[in-house]
């Protein structure tokens, strides 16, 4: 530590307050143990001034100090980040002539690309996860060493590891070249690191492998990625790969293909081929939505799905998003046609159709608008990420005073509609304030901010502040639900833009028989329709609420001497406004029944003789033993009410 420039004393401020002072340079494993035993042991780096560095690199300024054990927040970053070297060590120590590239910690993991002639493969996980737990139980120190530009090339041109010398070579000159040994292994890596690799822990699985491009480039050599997951112990572990059963469960691409509801085909990329029964919940969903927004004032409009370049120049989307649009060009044309992305200019086109006046404010445009956005084949995932959607999307015109009123009405319409759906068990708003580069004054941003802000206030609601990741036009605030496995989806928000009507020359006339510019909101509930879809499938587990059940109940005959009666039961649901289908196959009414239970049908109705002969039927749930027996009227009445959707409920409530 002589090396590192200091003057005495150095005072390190703690978290609680609290200041630790020391006559020369120390580091975090040295604070740790001034405070204490227990805090030295469980101590696995150390943040200065908010930056996480290993426990043993020196501190030589004051500065705000905080030791990481395993219980904080940023453990699991490290243990992921050494668990990946880890993976390295093993890997290379089992297979002599590997070489290593890139091992980062990820999401609930990590994964490391390996340059390898023969193909790794899952049975190959049991003996490397072995030779793993055999590192982690070495115990061996992590040291991070710092070298220069040609000690590092010169080191890993003596090991044949050309891929890090590629990267040596495109570090800027001025950069700091670390590499972190353990044992006799060693890796190219800024850190920081756990102390050593007994700080790991056996909480820690392969999960699969996958081919990747070196730096993602398709021109280069293709490597062998392998991913695992790590956490803070083996329950943890336990935890995580139980949640990964369910949802492998509840995937909404498995689901969609049990239960005959979607497909997609390489023809098609990213477009959705809806099947009936998918087609009818989405025509389910809409026609919710299309009620709901109706009884709050709103006006349904439909814009052209193609339309001239110039509109999104105008707007701004054009220097944010060409590369994610579809262009339509034609020569002896300025501008490209565009295949549009989003609904805003068609909306704004609407507004400024004709003269608007105060009196008409606020004018409530809602445009379920089919889009189209380029996505790469590697970001598309079933409904999650499509390249042709539908929005549920509305522009709000409205004048100064009114902006705060409004933005409340949507917060309670898209709380009522997630309740309506079952997801509103947890919602949070994030309130985004204006990027680093975004467009407009500083002083139509302030006005944005501030109404925004005042609604948070306002509403009951749980909300958080996040500085710098607004839209580049407009503030926001965007909803985040949690479905049935606590996972966090954004699918509502809200945008206060002061910037578009600007520039796409809208205005109103004032009571001051003046012209202003009106202020813009972008409102979006469900946000894609398909990817809501796709949410509430695997919310749901495709067991949906009655009501948006494709199929609310199936007629099942126990012996053919019932067929006549099972048409009457039949049709009196289905005059009843009940989804249903009938099933007088010659099978055994158990496997009519596990048939059905498959497909997730809410209502099997059973019929034989002696049903005919009563005018009843015998009722039996999804997942229920026990059965009814119930007169038809009853049953059908039951399940009518079942069927109401909520906003129907509640009007008869």
Aim: aromatic share 8%; proline share 4%.
């Amino acid at each position: 530590m002589s090396s590192v420039s200091f003057s005495a004393p150095l005072r390190l401020t703690l978290p609680d307050g609290s200041v630790k002072e020391f006559d020369q340079p120390t580091s975090g494993a040295e604070l740790a143990a001034s405070i204490g035993a227990g805090l030295a042991k469980a101590a696995l780096a150390v943040k200065v001034n908010g930056e996480l560095r290993d426990l043993n690199r020196p501190i030589a300024q004051d500065a705000k100090v905080e030791i990481v054990t395993r219980k904080s927040d940023e453990a699991l970053e490290l243990i992921r980040h050494t668990t990946a070297h880890v993976l390295a060590q093993a890997v290379q120590e089992l297979f002599p002539g590997t070489q290593v590239t890139i091992g980062p910690n990820v999401e609930n993991g990590f994964y490391y690309d390996f340059a390898r002639d023969i193909p790794f493969s899952v049975e190959d996980f049991d003996g490397i996860e072995t030779r793993m737990k055999e590192i982690v139980d070495r115990d061996e120190p992590l040291e991070r060493r710092v070298m220069t530009r040609a000690e590092a090339l010169s080191l890993f041109k003596e090991r044949g590891e050309d891929y890090k010398i590629e990267l040596i070579n495109d570090l800027p000159e001025d950069a700091e070249i670390t590499v972190y040994a353990q044992g006799k292994w060693l890796d190219l890596c800024r850190g920081p690191h756990l102390p050593s690799t007994g700080k790991v822990g056996h909480g820690f699985k392969l999960l699969k492998v996958a081919g990747a491009y070196w730096r993602g480039n398709k021109d280069n050599a293709m490597l062998q990625r392998l991913y695992g997951t790590a956490w803070r112990d083996e329950k943890e572990l336990k935890e995580y790969l139980t949640l990964l059963e369910e949802l492998e469960k509840r995937d909404h691409r498995k689901i969609g293909n049990d239960l005959d509801l979607f497909h997609f085909q390489d023809e098609a990329p990213g477009q959705v081929f809806w099947h009936p029964h998918g087609w009818e919940i989405y025509l389910n969903l809409m026609a919710y939505m299309r009620r709901m927004i109706a009884a709050k004032g709103y006006v349904e409009i439909n814009t052209p799905q193609m339309l001239d370049a110039g509109f999104w120049k105008a707007s701004g989307h054009w220097d944010k998003y060409r590369e994610n649009m579809f262009l339509i060009e034609e020569e002896n044309r300025d501008n490209p046609y565009a295949i549009k992305p989003m609904s805003c200019p068609g909306g704004a086109q609407v507004f400024l159709s004709r003269s608007r006046s105060y009196r008409e404010m606020p004018i409530k445009m809602a445009e379920f608008g089919h889009v189209f956005r380029r996505e790469s084949s590697g970001a598309r995932h079933g409904l999650m990420r499509v390249q042709a959607f539908t929005q549920d999307d509305a522009h709000i015109f409205c004048t100064p005073e009114q902006l705060e009123d409004e933005v409340i009405k949507m917060c309670d319409l898209i709380q009522e509609v997630y309740t309506d759906l079952g997801l509103a068990e947890s919602i949070t708003v994030h309130f985004s304030t204006r990027p680093e580069k975004h467009i407009g004054t500083e002083e139509d941003w302030d006005r944005a901010e501030a109404a925004l802000r005042h609604v948070c206030e306002r509403i009951n609601m749980k909300w958080v502040l996040n500085e710098g990741d607004g839209a580049f036009y407009a503030p926001k605030l965007d909803f985040v639900i949690k479905d049935a496995l606590g996972r966090e989806w954004q699918c509502g928000t809200i945008q206060v833009d002061m910037n578009m009507p600007r520039r796409l020359g809208l205005s109103y006339i004032g009571d001051d028989g003046e012209k202003h510019i009106p202020n813009m909101i972008h409102r979006a509930i469900m946000g894609s329709i398909e990817r809501f879809i796709g949410v509430l499938i695997e919310h749901y587990a495709g067991k949906f609420p009655f009501w948006l059940c494709p199929t609310q109940a199936v007629v099942c005959t126990i012996t053919n001497q019932a067929d006549d009666y099972a048409v009457k039961v039949f049709e009196t649901l289905k005059a009843a406004g009940i989804r249903a289908e009938l099933d007088i196959r010659g099978e055994k009414i158990n496997a009519k029944i596990r048939d059905h239970s498959l497909m997730k049908i809410p209502a099997i109705l059973v019929v034989g003789g002696k049903e005919a002969e009563n005018g009843t039927v015998a009722l039996r749930r999804l997942d229920g033993k026990a059965q009814e027996i119930l007169s038809l009227d009853d049953v059908t009445a039951r399940l009518k009410t079942e069927a109401l959707p909520p906003d129907r409920t509640r009007k008869r409530a």
